[in-house]
């Protein structure tokens, strides 16, 4: 099982790893968006599959409002 510090493990050497590859130059898009936007549709997938599919039950998990969870759901596509 993962704890807090090994997501932020992961998370810093995936960061970090896209800045050595960039050599140098400044990212084309912000950062955080890019991260968040990443993170953001599999993290609702795995909670919503934990939840048996259950929206209320899956944004309670989350810790945000179930009409948040619907347009998140709407804007990463996720059925």
């Not at 990443?38 to 309670?60: F, W």
């Not at 989350?62 to 347009?71: S, Y």
């Amino acid at each position: 099982m993962l704890n807090e510090n090994d997501v932020a493990r992961y998370v810093r050497k995936a960061v970090s790893e896209y800045f050595i590859d960039l050599d140098g130059e400044e990212p084309s898009v912000a950062v955080y968006d890019m991260v968040i936007g990443c993170v953001e549709k599999p993290l609702i997938e795995t909670v919503l599959h934990h939840a048996g599919g259950n929206q209320t039950r899956a944004a309670e998990l989350l810790g945000i409002n179930r009409n948040t969870l619907r347009k998140k759901m709407q804007d990463h596509r996720i059925k």
